[in-house]
């Protein structure tokens, strides 16, 4: 069974910057799309940026787009979200999504089109 385990969260004044990543020991990402979702107290979870399979197209939401970066290095076996000018409406648990030869086309993704998450990990931006 696939297990994802997200790090990097943590507490940054606005403005700054964090660095996700998202890895799953012991197994390849290799033909897995992966998804970055969030969700803030009180509010659903949305999506906020997907990478493919080999990393040749990338979806953001709007709310995040020229802020946030996602990349995937295989050989690593792990995506990362680079989260540049944070915003206090940032703070979020943000958790990451596998969608086995999924897709990463169009619209951000949705939760139903992913099938192994992880925990997650906090984020919290505040002066």
């Known amino acids: 069974q696939l297990q994802l385990v997200e790090s990097g969260g943590g507490l940054v004044e606005p403005g700054g910057s964090l660095r996700l990543s998202c890895a799953a020991p012991?197994?390849?990402?290799?033909?897995?799309?992966i998804g970055w979702f969030r969700q803030a107290p009180g509010k659903e979870r949305e999506g906020v940026s997907c990478?493919?399979?080999?990393?040749?197209?990338?979806i953001y939401a709007d709310s995040v787009k020229g802020r946030f970066t996602i990349s995937r290095d295989n050989a690593k076996n792990t995506v990362y979200l680079q989260m540049n000018s944070l915003k206090p409406e940032d703070t979020a648990v943000y958790s990451c999504a596998a969608a086995y030869r999924g897709r990463c086309t169009g619209a951000v993704p949705t939760s139903q089109a992913y099938s192994y998450w992880g925990q997650g990990t906090q984020v919290t931006v505040s002066s």
């Open positions: 012991g197994f390849t990402l290799d033909y897995y799309a």
């Open positions: 990478i493919s399979i080999i990393g040749s197209s990338t």
